[in-house]
């Protein structure tokens, strides 16, 4: 893994997971094929949905909410065999499934904090088993590689 690319691609996840609307987690996706952007996607309503933030409950915007993973997917309009994605949090179940039903190689990911992990510890350990399943690499980012401020 080359660390220049991957610190880019995970700052282009960031700053896509920022115009997620989303009050309390915003994740963002870039999927990537040679180092060139295919797509990218952020966690939210589908288009034409009211997203008002205190308009539904939780329950309801979990039943509503497309994930970053989903909406880069969907948004890529091509086929994804091959190709790269790039997540500021580690997929759940159902978007490692879609992962790996579009062919995507590798999923790129910060290594995860013991919060993110104490809160969805059992879903990443079910998707990690998936990926390794279906041959899908899994590259950790190290979080103090990518905080790193070089050229």
């Keep these: 893994m080359n660390l220049k690319w991957a610190k880019r691609f995970f700052q282009m996840a960031q700053l896509v997971a920022s115009w997620s609307k989303d009050p309390s987690t915003q994740v963002g996706a870039v999927i990537t094929e ?33 994930h970053a993973e989903e909406n880069a997917i969907l948004f890529a309009k091509r086929d994804l065999t091959g ?6 949090h580690f997929p759940c179940p159902n978007c ?5 039903q579009t062919g995507i190689k590798t999923v790129n990911c910060p290594e995860q904090s013991d919060d993110f992990l104490s809160r969805w510890g059992d879903k990443i350990k079910i998707s990690a088993e998936m990926f390794e399943q279906a041959g899908v690499g899994i590259q950790w980012l190290p979080l103090a590689e990518l905080a790193r401020n070089e050229p």
């Design 83 to 88: 190709c790269e994605i790039w997540v500021t």
């Design 96 to 100: 490692a499934a879609k992962i790996i």
């Design 34 to 66: 040679d180092n060139r952007i295919v797509s990218l996607g952020f966690n939210g309503y589908p288009h034409g949905i009211s997203d008002s933030a205190d308009q539904d409950d939780r329950d309801m915007k979990l039943l509503k909410t497309l």
